[in-house]
């Protein structure tokens, strides 16, 4: 591989993100003013926090086989296969669900295949297990030298990158939110807001195991607590993947007053709680709320209301 494939900028990457306001009377009636932060723009290939967590783990790689993990509509599992192309190194994504081997691949892992993913599916106890010193060492013997990445791109490298994203959002906002799957955009986030500045996670995820992984990649990114951060565990509408009647009508009607495609496994869940939260005088009034648009509508969405398994 080139030495020049590792440059990522070569890929045009929209940066730093745009700012917009949302004029949305359901703020605007508490004083609040509502900003988006549209990092879906970033790159159409890798947009939002895909690009964020991904790119400093791809210059680790230095063009080595990139390995990495995901259930069958794995957003991480796109961007990576995605990343794999743009830059010619190859990719391997372990796929939660080994009964899925003998199926015909969803719209998700055929874009993975067809961007020149190698996809290697496992069931689901091994997959629990991907941690463990005997899974990873059984994945190298078989796939050789790669870089592994964690499922959802989280790692301390993950969250390094994402503190730029707080760096640009330095002053507009005092309160600055993002939905979460595994942590890692949030950790980076707080690390790089200001003072004075909060960053808020609302998780897409049942569990309540979230607040100690953003800890722990705090303390393996950073050396210890980086920043102010919360999470608000309330609407994850049943977990990954899990959507609602109500949630799908509170989207397409946000769609309808702000003209913005959303996401409804990630960014709605997050609009949504923003829009409760304000109607409960969460935020102050005077104050602005940035919500960090992380991603574009995308073919997981067939899978919403299904199975949990998206990350």
Request: aromatic share 6%; hydrophobic share 40%; proline share 7%.
């Amino acid at each position: 591989m080139d030495d020049d494939a590792l440059d990522l900028s070569r890929l045009q990457p929209v940066l730093p993100s745009p700012l917009q306001p949302a004029e949305d009377e359901r703020f605007a009636r508490h004083g609040v003013t509502l900003l988006l932060k549209r990092d879906d723009l970033i790159h159409p290939d890798l947009p939002g926090n895909k690009w964020r967590k991904l790119a400093p783990s791809l210059r680790a790689a230095a063009g080595r086989t990139v390995l990495t993990f995901g259930g069958a509509y794995s957003n991480h599992l796109r961007a990576t296969a995605a990343a794999g192309r743009l830059l010619g190194f190859p990719t391997v994504g372990v796929v939660r669900g080994d009964e899925l081997a003998h199926r015909p691949l969803n719209p998700s892992l055929a874009r993975c295949a067809a961007d020149g993913m190698r996809l290697h599916f496992v069931d689901r106890a091994t997959y629990r297990a991907k941690a463990s010193p005997s899974v990873l060492e059984g994945l190298l013997r078989l796939f050789g030298d790669c870089l592994v990445v964690p499922e959802g791109g989280s790692n301390a490298l993950a969250a390094q990158g994402c503190t730029e994203l707080g760096r640009e959002l330095r002053g507009p906002a005092g309160t600055v939110a993002v939905a979460c799957g595994t942590g890692g955009t949030l950790a980076g986030l707080a690390a790089g807001l200001g003072r004075g500045q909060r960053a808020l996670g609302v998780p897409v995820l049942r569990g309540g195991f979230l607040g100690e992984a953003v800890r722990d990649l705090q303390r393996e990114a950073f050396g210890g607590p980086a920043g102010e951060w919360s999470l608000d565990e309330r609407f994850h509408f049943g977990g990954y993947a899990r959507t609602t009647p109500e949630l799908h009508a509170f989207a397409d009607d946000f769609e309808d007053r702000h003209g913005l495609p959303v996401e409804r496994l990630y960014v709605a869940k997050l609009l949504y709680g923003l829009t409760v939260l304000a109607g409960e005088g969460a935020f102050a009034p005077g104050s602005t709320v940035t919500a960090v648009v992380t991603g574009r509508p995308g073919p997981a969405e067939d899978h919403a209301q299904g199975p949990s398994d998206s990350r």
